[in-house]
């Protein structure tokens, strides 16, 4: 199954200004990655290629970095999860464009566990992630994110499970 997800956020500021923000992915000062909301980021050194590291059960190495524009992702885990992702910013007639690209074939069991569990926290995790973007630049957020009830239930059953899990 072929997936492509993509989310985008315009800010009214130079490039450079929100291309920064992706060279602090996975370290300490993380101005995009929401790791008070949901599993951290981790690199097993500073953001270059060849860097491996992965957030809760997905696993990656960066494959490609251009700081200050892009950062790409090839996936190593879940199995069945064959692809990449990828944080960009581009400049569109006067705006800046963040956006996070998400392109992969799911094999095997990832054909029901990305639409049925992935996805829908993939998404909303990107959206914090924007949020938190768009506070680290400086930007009000009258309305942030706001998890559906599907996210606020996987998020739930996860948590409960992995607890009885430890006992």
Same mark, same amino acid.
């Given at each position: 199954m072929h997936v492509l997800n993509i989310h985008e956020r315009e800010f009214d500021l130079p490039l450079a200004t #929100? &291309? *920064? =923000?992706?060279?602090? =992915?996975a370290s300490k000062s993380d101005h995009i990655w929401p790791s008070d909301k949901w599993p951290a980021m981790h690199l097993d050194r500073p953001l270059s290629v060849g860097a491996v590291g992965g957030h809760g059960p997905v696993r990656y190495s960066?494959?490609? %970095?251009? $700081?200050?524009?892009?950062? +790409?992702f090839r996936? =190593? @885990? $879940? *199995?069945?999860?064959? &692809?990449? +992702? @990828?944080?960009?910013?581009?400049d569109r007639q006067g705006q800046t464009v963040l956006r996070h690209v998400l392109e992969m074939r799911a094999a095997g069991q990832a054909c029901l566990s990305w639409p049925l569990l992935f996805r829908p926290l993939h998404d909303a995790l990107i959206e914090d992630g924007f949020d938190r973007a768009t506070v680290a630049l400086g930007i009000d957020l009258p309305n942030p994110s706001?998890?559906?009830? %599907? #996210?606020? #239930? =996987?998020?739930? @059953?996860i948590k409960t499970f992995s607890k009885a899990g430890r006992r």
């Open positions: #929100v &291309g *920064s =923000l992706i060279d602090t =992915l960066v494959e490609e %970095y251009r $700081p200050g524009r892009e950062i +790409h996936f =190593l @885990a $879940p *199995s069945g999860f064959k &692809g990449k +992702h @990828a944080f960009e910013v581009e706001r998890w559906p009830i %599907y #996210v606020r #239930v =996987l998020r739930f @059953a």
